[in-house]
T-cell receptor
């Protein structure tokens, strides 16, 4: 009964390739996120999706694109992979709601370690 | 100035002692505050959330928030070797869903 799951857990690929990472949550949350954790362990938000609408888009290269087929899934597509894309990518979800108060406890998936050779 | 700042550590305490972890944030509009624990090679795990000034206790953990000083802390009482991990401070702004993380403090509890 994994709350937030990601596949694959490890991804090794060559520069220039295109790859995808999948994320699913079974918590019934309305918002999902993608984070990148670099070699220095700094965790930085990349995207979030709420009701199929992109509400945060940090200054990430447009080679990265989130795609959400439904509220429970947010996949990350990466085109033309570069060496600097090597990192651990975490998916997360939260229930943001419409009350105007964003308590926003986020729950993370297990991560995908991407290695670009 | 970084949005969320933490001492990177490592912070080392003996087993049974109190571990004190500190965090400051730059945006006065910050509304929600969180502490995550991350074991090596694992994902961040939420351990505490706090939204109003004062203390919030949950078992051996106490979160403290002082919005006037833009300061949030985490106390771990009776520290155990299993508490050895990196602790991440995170904040969000009211009306916004994005969460900003500090760089984390690495805690080691020595038996």
């Amino acid at each position: 009964d994994t709350a937030v799951s990601q596949t694959p857990k490890y991804l090794v690929t060559q520069m220039g390739n295109d790859k995808s990472i999948k994320c699913e949550q079974n918590l019934g949350h309305d918002t999902m996120y993608w984070y990148k954790q670099d070699s220095k362990k700094f965790l930085k938000i990349m995207f979030s999706y709420n009701n199929k609408e992109l509400i945060i888009n940090e200054t990430v290269p447009n080679r990265f694109s989130p795609k959400s087929p439904d509220k429970a899934h947010l996949n990350l597509h990466i085109n033309s992979l570069e060496l600097g894309d090597s990192a651990v990518y975490f998916c997360a979800s939260s229930q943001v709601g419409t009350s105007g108060k964003f308590y926003n406890e986020q729950f993370f998936g297990p991560g995908t370690r991407l290695t670009v050779l | 100035q970084k949005e969320v700042e933490q001492n990177s550590g490592p912070l080392s305490v003996p087993e049974g002692a109190i571990a004190s972890l500190n965090c400051t944030y730059s945006d006065r509009g910050s509304q929600s505050f969180f502490w995550y624990r991350q074991y090596s090679g694992k994902s961040p795990e939420l351990i505490m959330s706090i939204y109003s000034n004062g203390d919030k206790e949950d078992g051996r953990f106490t979160a403290q928030l002082n919005k006037a000083s833009q300061y949030v802390s985490l106390l771990i009482r009776d520290s155990q070797p299993s508490d050895s991990a990196t602790y991440l401070c995170a904040v969000t702004l009211v009306g916004k869903g994005d969460m900003r993380f500090g760089a984390g403090t690495r805690l080691t509890v020595k038996p």
